[in-house]
């Protein structure tokens, strides 16, 4: 069997999603690239959490052709390759439909960096990508939604994936990256925890302000870089 | 005892409803249609769901005229009848009073499609129905709620039942069907998160946007009809 | 030790609001009266939920002098005995900080009848006190709660305690009541759902109607007085 | 092993903070002081809640100098040990991003005592502090963070922190306080909740009025001072 390692990360990943509550059923998913060999890890489509096991994981290769398994991968399979041949650097891709992220998402609106908590993990508001247009959703969906990301990274100002490991898809609900599977589970729980007090600050002052950039730095920076100082590493 | 595997159904799908949070105290019910045979299998009245079992159910024909049991049924029993007579696809009804939904039902507001969460069940907004006459409520209330989910979908312009399982009854709460007990309650559940992300979207931006249409029906289809492509299956 | 079996019902009404998650560390309290002996069994002040015990239960008059036990009474004592000699056929007597129930109490906003869970338990909207003046609060202040809330029902129109068994103390919290224990501690958890669910409906349309009498009326005469038809009884 | 007991009632508040709910991951911290000894134990920073124990815990004097232990301390130290210095009377500090308190910190609002809930623990509104200057984030951001809280106190009109043991960190979060390690936890939990109820009020009326000086005195100095008459002490 393929990647028995990266198949438990995967694994891993999509249980901390349940953990946490940000899925119900079977919604979500989480997958893992092996860069070397340019194999993605990613969930089967529909299969319950409870029963989920390291080799139900589908491998495919970069392009989401089926390398090993024999379930269907995620529906969302296009969307997650389409991220790893993008955004070069990322180890891995979680979806999930949680709440206060993806209501944000419904509403059209990127989350604003009001506080240290997002500061410490987003470098800027969480963008919301442009709704998708009729053409788009009638032809190769999975990808398009993908490519509906990459635009928004790719834009005018350019936003790098490693500082903002997040994308909310407009209608829809958010993508979330990492380093690696646990990290990228990680965004995804601290992403809704941010969403969450995004959306109180909002509706306690509709005019809040983010915070300063000195402060969006100063926390960024606290946990991530060269000069990270949080934690024991 | 007539209709063991039935009444083991309509069990699990009121159990998930506990296990879901989607009940509180003896509030909520489910039932399930036996076509072949014009039987109905229906949770009683006031039972505590921890003690309830399958044996407890009872069974009455379309009419809701007893054919087995000792004890009294569900006192929505005839809103059930009703939607099993008139909708004559679906295989089982679930009333809850949970919260959001409930919500919504309050403020007589339906529930829009803001996103591909709602999109994946219900194919288009969830309607709610008008509120019921002084006369209707003194006269046959619970066969005249009945009368007014149907009155909502056979209007102009008519609602597919199959397409969008679900009608809050304004000023009360959710009636949810389904293909069978499970669908009726899984799909409870959805219309729950679905209900609590379109609160939050609107209370985030009152003038959000529904999906398009196309997002609508990529969504829906994904998961319904001959051409889904979602789990397993 | 005297009131054996009513000292066991409040304990119980004590716990059951723990278990339904209105009550934080010892925040809250629930009374019992027995109406032949003249005696109230109360909840002792600031112990713990988990060491509670039937014995540690502090006996009193109906004017409030321990007639047993050792520890000191509820602090809101004397709110407690003011409603039982004030509302002659309540038999038991609970207050919380539940938190939207408490809410409502802090806009010094009464819970609108906004559906039919509210219709079930409460004939009418849950009315709120007027403030305290500062010579009843710096003056005998636990009873001049008591006289605020009774103020409140037997002002013009008056309001029947038995069909509306609970009252918000504006800029404080509920004090909730029925036939016995089990009954005040039930409806002290439904009006924290049903407080929950107004929150929502006001927020999602501040102009929401209440529901009409008529529906008011059914739904309240469904589970109360004679021809009562809910649950097995 | 410096401070046996105070490293066990340091490690019990840390605890105390996951039991309610209050932190994700490794955020949030607490700390204890000997005042005779002038030593601080602090929760080493990122270390996971579930293997945290009284030996890991960092001891260090009132100027944030590590006196005992081998790993890094909590990355809030030298607010923690500012607070020691400038508010004498205190025992224990904590800190969360729990979140309702943040999101009111996030909005650059204090929290109104909008209620006997609130009385019961701050004797007054929880303050916002300013937000920090460039120059006070780009320089000793974590002391500066404390001499934010400092001055909100020792400002015009002043506030005693022993009265009103929080204040909220404008963008950030909150910092609470206490006589010892379990009474810093204990107001932590407290605030969560009359922030939550406070969110509430002023979602449902902007306009609410806090309570009157009477009812906020009454209740304070019911729990606190010579003549506390609450519980059973």
Same mark, same amino acid.
């Given at each position: 069997?393929?990647?028995?390692?990266?198949?438990?990360?995967?694994?891993?990943?999509?249980?901390?999603?349940?953990? &946490?509550?940000?899925?119900?059923?079977?919604?979500?998913?989480?997958?893992?690239? @092996?860069?070397?060999?340019?194999?993605?890890?990613?969930?089967?489509?529909?299969? @319950?959490?409870?029963?989920?096991?390291?080799? @139900?994981?589908?491998?495919?290769?970069?392009?989401?052709?089926? !390398?090993?398994?024999?379930?269907?991968?995620?529906?969302?399979?296009?969307?997650?390759?389409?991220?790893?041949?993008?955004?070069?650097?990322?180890?891995?891709?979680?979806?999930?439909?949680?709440?206060?992220?993806?209501?944000?998402? $419904?509403?059209?609106?990127?989350?604003?960096?009001?506080?240290?908590?997002?500061?410490?993990?987003?470098?800027? *508001? !969480? *963008?919301?990508?442009? *709704?998708?247009? %009729?053409?788009?959703? $009638?032809?190769?969906?999975?990808?398009?939604?993908?490519?509906?990301? !990459? #635009?928004?990274?790719?834009?005018?100002?350019?936003?790098?994936?490693? #500082?903002? *490991?997040?994308?909310?898809?407009?209608?829809?609900?958010?993508?979330?990256?990492?380093?690696?599977?646990? %990290?990228? #589970?990680?965004?995804?729980?601290?992403?809704?925890?941010? #969403? &969450?007090?995004?959306?109180?600050?909002?509706?306690?002052?509709?005019?809040?302000?983010?915070?300063?950039?000195?402060?969006? %730095?100063?926390?960024?920076?606290? &946990?991530?870089?060269?000069?990270?100082?949080?934690? $024991?590493?």
């Amino acid at each position: 069997m393929l990647l028995k390692k990266l198949r438990e990360e995967v694994l891993e990943a999509n249980l901390e999603l349940v953990r &946490k509550g940000l899925v119900l059923y079977t919604f979500g998913n989480a997958s893992g690239v @092996d860069r070397e060999q340019g194999l993605v890890v990613i969930k089967p489509s529909g299969v @319950d959490y409870d029963v989920l096991k390291a080799e @139900d994981m589908v491998v495919t290769d970069l392009d989401g052709k089926i !390398v090993e398994g024999t379930l269907k991968p995620s529906s969302d399979l296009d969307t997650h390759t389409l991220l790893y041949r993008e955004f070069t650097e990322i180890g891995a891709v979680v979806h999930t439909h949680s709440e206060f992220a993806t209501s944000f998402a $419904q509403a059209g609106l990127a989350i604003p960096a009001f506080g240290t908590t997002h500061a410490d993990y987003f470098h800027g *508001p !969480v *963008p919301v990508s442009l *709704p998708l247009s %009729d053409e788009a959703i $009638q032809g190769k969906y999975v990808h398009e939604t993908g490519l509906a990301i !990459v #635009a928004r990274f790719k834009g005018i100002p350019a936003i790098d994936p490693m #500082a903002v *490991p997040a994308c909310l898809v407009a209608g829809h609900a958010p993508f979330v990256w990492g380093k690696n599977a646990a %990290d990228a #589970a990680h965004n995804a729980v601290v992403l809704e925890a941010v #969403a &969450k007090m995004a959306y109180r600050t909002l509706t306690l002052k509709a005019s809040a302000d983010e915070v300063s950039q000195a402060l969006l %730095d100063r926390h960024y920076l606290r &946990k991530h870089g060269a000069n990270a100082t949080y934690g $024991q590493g």
